[in-house]
């Protein structure tokens, strides 16, 4: 039963094991779970989960393997809040102590400042949960930039597209892909001027110019949040992040209409 449950977690420290030693992609510091990862995922349930094993030692030993799950997990380079994504539900069953017990004596001098201290967090991650939904959804420029390629061009012309490891890792994957007659490119570290001798037939790229290629749209994708003076005060500054390029030796896609990029 627990080699059921376990292997899959296993089969990913083994193959990022393998990975991270010819790769240095989405390397983070042995602490990033700890002081980056968790803390954005759960916001107020991460430093009441903490509270909730000093209060009730009887969860104790239900955290105590997830714990050691993520230090195990911490000890890889390469580092993804997917890895240990497992490991949440038991924290907040932990945090859900903490909040179980300030609810409780909220009614008791003390304990009612920290119960208004914790339903004035929960309002803080509510707005931040909000906010952090709506940049995620404006955060995969790369995949909305494939899908407008395949519905620009209908042509049964063979076509190769070359994708970058920044429009990869922006939302394209082989579920994006069609078949024949399109087909894709991944290859990396391709000087820029190296393209123009490439017969490749679109770059999706975040290169604004490329020698050779004409840009022939953009995609905008997540930037950063500003302040603003209205309801909601939050709101999301987008930027083009992915640039379509077509090769301009091939007439069939300069005859083609599209938008430009800025």
């Not at 779970?33 to 030993?61: E, K, Q």
């Not at 391709?190 to 001798?197: G, L, V």
């Amino acid at each position: 039963m627990w080699r059921r449950i376990l292997w899959p977690e296993f089969q990913v420290l083994w193959f990022n094991s393998v990975l991270n030693r010819s790769s240095e992609w989405g390397t983070h510091s042995i602490h990033w779970y700890f002081t980056s990862a968790l803390p954005r995922s759960m916001i107020v349930a991460y430093p009441l989960c903490m509270v909730g094993a000093l209060l009730d030692r009887r969860i104790v030993p239900y955290m105590f393997p997830v714990f050691l799950f993520v230090v195990l997990y911490s000890k890889l380079p390469h580092k993804e809040l997917r890895f240990i994504i497992g490991s949440i539900p038991m924290f907040n069953v932990s945090a859900s102590l903490t909040a179980s017990r300030l609810y409780n004596n909220r009614k008791k001098a003390g304990w009612n400042l920290l119960f208004i201290l914790m339903l004035g967090a929960f309002l803080v991650s509510l707005g931040y949960s909000t906010v952090t939904f709506m940049a995620s959804y404006n955060n995969y420029p790369g995949g909305y930039a494939l899908k407008a390629l395949h519905e620009a061009d209908s042509s049964v012309k063979e076509k190769m597209v070359h994708i970058d490891a920044f429009t990869a890792m922006s939302g394209v994957s082989r579920f994006c892909e069609n078949e024949y007659p399109w087909r894709y490119s991944k290859e990396e570290e391709i000087p820029i001027e190296e393209f123009e001798k490439r017969n490749f037939t679109y770059l999706l790229n975040e290169h604004r110019s490329i020698g050779g290629y004409q840009c022939l749209f953009a995609v905008d994708g997540f930037s950063r949040v500003k302040l603003t003076p209205q309801i909601p005060p939050l709101s999301l500054v987008k930027e083009p992040k992915v640039f379509a390029h077509g090769n301009t030796r091939d007439p069939d896609i300069l005859s083609l209409s599209w938008p430009g990029c800025p």
